[in-house]
């Protein structure tokens, strides 16, 4: 209808998108087929009868599985051409995307390979494609801080390549605040900081990530719901909470999208907007979570322009870029 139509019209930026993530199951089998290796499942129909996930561990143990096909800076290249193809497709021009180097640098891939490949993509999609990023490196939280420092020493040499940080992988039990030296360095470099908090983890840990770890936004936080006093100063704070709505459904933090919170946060004054976390896992790229929203939260025109005006305003664009798009 016309909700979806205008969405697809409307020039959008993308903030929470784990590049490894966008890895889908034809290029997970070519890669194989390209680096020689064997994988444990016989087909595509097959590797995707495991896309059935019931919480967030169960999906990124899958994850970090497939990662292994990719090996070559031409693959780290291809993955992150191919994602931003879908970018120009759904109107996004402007994406902010994750990589996770430790996934790679823990199988023997080199560092260089790995943001090399990404960084070549990213700077042809600028010119070719009009679509225009950020990079922000993830440390994953079920790892040792100490980890997560020699990842840090490791990414020296690329520090003006890499435009953040940010925390991800298992939440339960692994609260920001264990990772608080690392941002603090990552901060004193002069990199924008972000962290995935309330997502299957309590509103405490999004409490830690504002003050612990000082990002300047939270990724999912929809569980700040249980926590009205911290919601209201999120909002006045106009800390950005970057939803994820297919992936939230896809890993059981709600079991259907009607009963979403994305709207009902807008609504309260929350800067929230709509992203795709890992859309090969999760049943598609941004215009595809707006379009299950439609369908099952029927948004006001008024309410899908601000999620997409949220999503620059939330952008670590200059202010310039920002309101050239608003
Ligand atoms: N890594 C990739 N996707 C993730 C998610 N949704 N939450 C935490 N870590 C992730
Ligand atoms: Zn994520």
Same mark, same amino acid.
């Given at each position: 209808?016309?909700?979806?139509?205008?969405?697809?019209?409307?020039?959008?930026?993308?903030?929470?998108?784990?590049?490894?993530?966008?890895?889908?199951?034809?290029?997970?089998?070519?890669?194989?087929?390209?680096?020689?290796?064997?994988?444990?499942?016989?087909?595509?129909?097959?590797?995707?009868?495991?896309?059935?996930?019931?919480?967030?561990?169960?999906? *990124? !143990?899958?994850?970090?599985?497939?990662?292994?096909?990719? $090996?070559?800076? #031409?693959? +780290?290249?291809?993955?992150?051409? &191919?994602?931003?193809?879908?970018?120009?497709?759904?109107?996004?021009?402007?994406?902010?995307?994750?990589?996770?180097?430790?996934?790679?640098?823990?199988?023997?891939?080199?560092?260089?390979?790995?943001?090399?490949?990404?960084?070549?993509?990213?700077?042809?999609?600028?010119?070719?494609?009009?679509?225009?990023?950020?990079?922000?490196?993830?440390?994953?939280?079920?790892?040792?801080?100490?980890?997560?420092?020699?990842?840090?020493?490791?990414?020296?040499?690329?520090?003006?390549?890499?435009?953040?940080?940010? *925390? !991800?992988?298992?939440?339960?039990?692994?609260?920001?605040? $264990?990772?608080? #030296?690392? +941002?603090?360095?990552?901060?004193? &470099?002069?990199?924008?900081?972000?962290?995935?908090?309330?997502?299957?983890?309590?509103?405490?840990?999004?409490?830690?990530?504002?003050?612990?770890?000082?990002?300047?936004?939270?990724?999912?936080?929809?569980?700040?719901?249980?926590?009205?006093?911290?919601?209201?100063?999120?909002?006045?704070?106009?800390?950005?909470?970057?939803?994820?709505?297919?992936?939230?459904?896809?890993?059981?933090?709600?079991?259907?999208?009607?009963?979403?919170?994305?709207?009902?946060?807008?609504?309260?004054?929350?800067?929230?907007?709509?992203?795709?976390?890992?859309?090969?896992?999760?049943?598609?790229?941004?215009?595809?979570?707006?379009?299950?929203?439609?369908? &099952?939260?029927?948004?006001?025109?008024?309410?899908?322009?601000?999620?997409?005006?949220?999503?620059?305003?939330?952008?670590?664009?200059?202010?310039?870029?920002?309101?050239?798009?608003?």
């Amino acid at each position: 209808g016309n909700a979806k139509e205008l969405i697809r019209r409307l020039p959008k930026a993308e903030l929470h998108l784990h590049i490894e993530g966008s890895l889908e199951p034809d290029m997970v089998f070519a890669l194989a087929a390209r680096n020689g290796i064997d994988l444990p499942y016989a087909s595509q129909q097959e590797l995707m009868k495991r896309y059935d996930f019931k919480d967030l561990q169960s999906f *990124l !143990d899958l994850y970090y599985q497939a990662t292994a096909v990719l $090996l070559t800076e #031409e693959d +780290f290249f291809d993955l992150t051409w &191919a994602y931003l193809k879908k970018c120009q497709a759904d109107r996004v021009v402007h994406t902010e995307i994750f990589f996770d180097p430790q996934s790679h640098t823990s199988r023997g891939v080199p560092f260089a390979v790995v943001i090399g490949g990404i960084r070549r993509a990213l700077h042809m999609a600028e010119r070719e494609l009009g679509v225009t990023s950020r990079l922000i490196m993830c440390f994953l939280r079920h790892l040792p801080a100490a980890d997560a420092f020699a990842t840090w020493k490791m990414a020296a040499p690329f520090l003006n390549q890499i435009d953040g940080v940010g *925390l !991800d992988s298992s939440e339960r039990d692994f609260p920001p605040g $264990l990772f608080r #030296e690392v +941002f603090a360095l990552a901060r004193a &470099a002069g990199l924008q900081t972000v962290a995935h908090a309330g997502e299957e983890g309590p509103p405490a840990y999004i409490r830690e990530a504002i003050d612990l770890l000082q990002v300047a936004r939270i990724d999912h936080g929809v569980r700040i719901t249980e926590a009205p006093q911290l919601l209201a100063e999120v909002a006045e704070r106009k800390i950005p909470l970057t939803v994820c709505p297919l992936s939230n459904v896809r890993l059981r933090v709600y079991d259907t999208m009607d009963t979403h919170p994305i709207l009902a946060l807008l609504d309260q004054g929350v800067r929230v907007m709509v992203n795709s976390d890992d859309p090969a896992y999760f049943g598609g790229y941004v215009n595809a979570n707006y379009e299950a929203l439609i369908d &099952a939260l029927a948004p006001t025109p008024e309410q899908l322009i601000a999620l997409v005006k949220n999503s620059f305003l939330s952008s670590f664009l200059d202010e310039a870029s920002k309101h050239s798009w608003l």
